[in-house]
């Protein structure tokens, strides 16, 4: 037998453990130790009943990553689940920790179930840019029903264990324990009761309501936003109406397609590119610093959500604002947002008190910062202001302390020079709002202590989020290429594009909103001062924004205000388009001698994509981002970039560099100041190379 399966017996239950930690992913030789221990259970006379289980912390977490993208190896997973619902004596699943995937499959290929409390399940292979292949569509509707069925599959989504339990897909769930003990005390109960196999093949099917699937392929087609795996889901769920032996030739068919679609290829893609991120080399062995107690400077709407990060991931928190009253109004805002958290049933109301009672200071005095281990400095995006935070954090804070500024564009560098210590100093970026948001940018700039840079992203890895390493440059990675792909996006308005039609093409595309909708969200005056930042430093070929900054003037702020790109009131709260700016472009071209002219859909993304390609292929030839992989998360977890495309260089490597570069070499024609193609990515074509050669 296989050395990660063992097969052993307690009195007449046979016990067959499976031992590949971490997690129990179904390798090769997990695969083949289950067909081994089957063939054993078989022959064993004097085992009545069997126990899967998995060693660890967990059941089988699913598939084996080091196996993606190769070649299937033999004993096929359909295959070795077969075998085990076939077994002519009763096989019981014990879960505990996840039944994930092909380990939800394992269990349901077994006769019976048993839950520990805290365990869940779930099938997330949608997320991977495929469905389910091992029988899970097949099985599962036999259990719980259709509906419930689709749901699960389509949104892949954990089910926690008693709602397993009440959809049917445990038969039973037990305290927290042993899973051995669980499993052979559940065996002795059925064969002390006389139940004998019970396969879940053999089930009736449900029945199949064309006009359901229907309603069900029109709600998933608009939440996948493209991702095709999700709504051929439903198609293989559906195929349970056939014979059994048909319906897992139908979900296996549609598996292999899916399996060689390029959504597939970039959301493995994404997948791994999310744990690589943060494996740097000159982080090899290097040690983050003590990190139990975080200090915030500001308690706006990014320091308090910075604070409500660090609380739920357990750290101490201090927060220091001007005075008492504006300390007060950071600590009501926090404790609003843990209620939301309380409201929604993601934290008890205890931990809601322990936090706001035991790990929350809010405060006016730096000296409150003597010991804190890191502090994040949230003030307004001043250079001046954030050196002179810079001057007095300097003061206060202990030998050691790791400084960051949660600045979006300013030079860390510049910041760090403030201090005594610029080698403690580093950029933390983090999106809003910043107790939801997954990206952390840590900007590191030069001289800037090893272990200081460690520290951040240890705090990123304490509060669940994803960091990514950049370099110093305005914007850092994701806004220095934000400017770029939203530069396009306004050159087209003013050649004659309308923004409502940039923004469909965007959203067309797989973002969840276009630039103009987003810049209403976010507020026009950001940009607006942002223009205003750089204009000493402009290029003179640059072209400006005009509309943008006539917006801002008529105080047009966006949702803020009730206007800005579109209207926003009670009748349209998500905004409509507003028909006054078609006047105000025609008067701005008029103004600037443009003659309009039409944009199709396909040329805006043919631009959009292309600045945005172009612009991150600087970044990465620069080393702003270490590698494009760097990149792609950036954009994947920070600006909406759909995932199913696997990020900007992903999408770009799948296109054909050759064609992007031809694509900006005739935009070049025009502008060739903003179309000037990136030196790496002409390179690369050069060379017959990709980004994915690069990571």
Request: net charge negative; proline share 6%.
């Amino acid at each position: 037998m296989a050395g990660s399966v063992a097969y052993e017996r307690k009195g007449r239950i046979a016990l067959i453990r499976v031992m590949n930690p971490p997690v129990n992913a179904l390798s090769q030789a997990v695969r083949a130790g289950l067909d081994d221990a089957m063939e054993q259970f078989a022959e064993d006379d004097d085992a009545a009943a069997a126990v899967i289980l998995g060693d660890g912390r967990s059941f089988i977490a699913g598939a084996d990553l080091s196996e993606f993208g190769k070649p299937p190896q033999r004993p096929y997973l359909p295959d070795v689940i077969n075998r085990i619902e076939a077994a002519d004596k009763p096989v019981i699943a014990v879960i505990h920790g996840t039944a994930l995937g092909g380990g939800l499959e394992v269990a349901l290929g077994a006769h019976y179930r048993v839950a520990l409390e805290g365990a869940s399940v779930g099938l997330p292979e949608v997320t991977l840019g495929v469905v389910p292949g091992a029988g899970g569509t097949q099985r599962l509707p036999r259990l719980t029903g259709l509906e419930p069925a689709l749901d699960i599959v389509t949104s892949a989504r954990r089910v926690p264990a008693a709602e397993a339990a009440e959809l049917g897909i445990v038969d039973a769930l037990r305290p927290a324990s042993d899973p051995a003990e669980a499993g052979v005390a559940f065996a002795e109960e059925l064969l002390a009761a006389g139940q004998g196999v019970r396969r879940v093949r053999e089930l009736p099917a449900p029945g199949i309501d064309a006009a359901m699937l229907d309603a069900w392929r029109d709600k998933v087609a608009a939440r996948a936003g493209g991702q095709i795996a999700p709504v051929t889901a439903i198609d293989a769920v559906a195929a349970c109406a056939l014979p059994f032996t048909d319906g897992l030739a139908e979900e296996r068919r549609l598996f292999e397609h899916l399996r060689e679609s390029p959504q597939r290829d970039a959301l493995v893609h994404a997948f791994f590119a999310e744990r690589k991120v943060a494996r740097l080399p000159e982080l090899e062995d290097v040690a983050a610093r003590a990190l139990g107690h975080v200090g915030v400077i500001g308690g706006g709407t990014m320091g308090a959500g910075i604070a409500v990060a660090a609380l739920l991931a357990g750290l101490e928190v201090t927060l220091i604002e001007r005075d008492g009253e504006a300390a007060e109004a950071a600590a009501a805002s926090i404790g609003r947002t843990l209620e939301g958290s309380v409201q929604r049933g993601k934290l008890s109301a205890g931990a809601r008190d322990e936090i706001l009672t035991e790990r929350l200071r809010a405060l006016s005095d730096y000296d409150a910062l003597a010991r804190a281990d890191l502090v994040i400095e949230a003030v307004f995006e001043s250079m001046e202001v954030k050196q002179e935070v810079f001057a007095r954090l300097d003061t206060v804070c202990r030998p050691g302390a790791v400084l960051a500024t949660n600045t979006s564009y300013l030079d860390v560098g510049a910041i760090a020079a403030t201090t005594s210590r610029p080698a403690d100093v580093i950029g933390l970026h983090f999106f809003s709002p910043a107790h939801v948001m997954k990206l952390v940018e840590v900007v590191v700039p030069e001289g800037a202590d090893p272990q200081a840079v460690a520290t951040g992203f240890a705090l990123a890895a304490k509060m669940r989020k994803i960091a990514v390493r950049s370099g110093v440059c305005d914007g850092f990675i994701g806004n220095r290429i934000l400017s770029a792909y939203r530069a396009a996006a306004d050159h087209m308005v003013l050649d004659g594009a309308s923004p409502f039609e940039i923004d469909r093409a965007v959203v067309n595309f797989g973002f969840p909103m276009g630039p103009y909708a987003m810049s209403d969200l976010a507020g026009l005056d950001i940009g607006y001062m942002t223009r205003q930042r750089k204009a000493a430093t402009r290029d003179a070929r640059e072209r400006v924004p005009v509309h943008a900054d006539r917006l801002y003037e008529l105080g047009r702020l966006g949702r803020k205000t009730g206007r800005g790109y579109y209207i926003y009131d009670d009748e349209t709260p998500k905004g409509r388009p507003d028909p006054e700016l078609d006047t105000l472009l025609a008067d701005i071209r008029a103004e600037l001698g443009i003659t309009p002219r039409s944009f199709p859909g396909d040329e805006i993304r043919k631009r959009y994509i292309g600045a945005m390609v172009n612009e991150a292929a600087r970044v990465v030839g620069e080393g702003v981002a270490r590698r494009p992989l760097d990149v792609d998360v950036v954009l994947l977890h920070g600006y909406g970039f759909p995932r199913w495309r696997g990020g900007p260089m992903k999408h770009a490597d799948q296109i054909g560099l050759y064609h992007i570069l031809a694509d900006i070499r005739a935009l070049a024609q025009e502008d060739d100041f903003f179309w000037e193609p990136a030196p790496l990515l002409a390179d690369l074509v050069a060379r017959g190379a990709d980004f994915d050669s690069l990571n």
